[in-house]
């Protein structure tokens, strides 16, 4: 992701980020890309799954709450709302998972934007599988370094921006 | 990026992530997507660049250090390690770039990976436009929210988190 950095022209701005600040956003775009790269490869690493494929099986099991039978679809709108990606990235990587059985599309004659995602029984495999060695990566690259106070200061953090930056 | 969720076949493990746990990384998820996708949007109506743009042109001239003058030039390898991004990735990216003029190429004959990326000026113009108005806006949605305690919690965070996932 960004980094922010000083250059001769932004110097005297007001509103430039002063050293605490410099620090933290640094620290916070470093760390997000790092991770994000290093949970990608345990991932495939543990199960053929690209982070990228293992949102959309969350966003669709996530919908299904506690359920673990029945089916589960999705409007494609509601899937690019949750995950945040740009309409071109969710299509290109819907394919890909309807391509491997993890997903399959039905679409809405009336209605393109009435689209559905459908969890398929390999998908739910694939993320049931995928999901206990990517808690174990999680928890050792994070929270197994951080105290209560950290972990409670990072969920309020996120709380706080979440609230600047709207729906 | 992927979320953590419960379903029926791990509640029961161990190491599955508790509460306050969830909170905080359900928290750091979320905020993490909506913030890149809203900062994205920002740069591209403020000044025509994606973040993907303004990450290369960062670490091109974080590494001229305070100079505004001179070829700025980083061999394409420590680009992808400075940004974190798969090599096909960062190609594409470099190839989107040279054909707006804001970096070129040059290879080297005797060795693939000793291929460098070269500032232009033009770069050098679109980063100094671009820097400003991202600026304000990560200080609208990030910063102006957090008292000193918060910022100094992130960084600290992030301190951590790197040590863990190693370079």
């Known amino acids: 992701m960004c980094q922010l950095f000083r250059y001769a022209g932004a ?3 007001p509103r430039w980020l002063d050293e605490r600040e410099q620090r933290a956003w640094r620290g916070y775009l470093a760390m997000q890309a790092r991770l994000h790269a290093r949970l990608n490869r345990r991932l495939q690493d543990d199960s053929g799954l690209s982070l990228s494929d ?4 969350v966003a669709l099991t996530d919908r299904a709450g506690g359920r673990t039978d029945g089916e589960v679809r999705m409007r494609v709108h509601e899937l690019a709302d949750t995950v945040q990606w740009e ?3 969710l299509s290109h990587q819907l394919s890909r998972m309807q391509r491997r059985g993890l997903v399959e599309r039905e679409d809405c004659e009336d209605d ?11 998908g739910r495999r694939a993320i ?12 050792e690259l994070v929270f ?5 106070g950290q972990v409670d200061a990072l969920a309020r ?6 609230e600047r930056v709207g729906s």
Chains 1, 2 share one sequence.
Do not use: K, M, N, W
């Open 144 to 148: 197994d370094g951080l105290d209560d």
């Open 87 to 89: 309409r071109s990235r």
């Open 128 to 139: 049931e599988r995928a999901a206990p060695p990517h808690v174990a990566a999680v928890r």
């Open 112 to 122: 393109a934007r009435g689209a559905f995602v459908v969890l398929t029984d390999e």
């Open 157 to 162: 953090i996120a709380e706080i921006v979440l």
């Open 11 to 13: 110097v005297d701005d």
């Open 54 to 57: 293992f949102d959309v099986l």
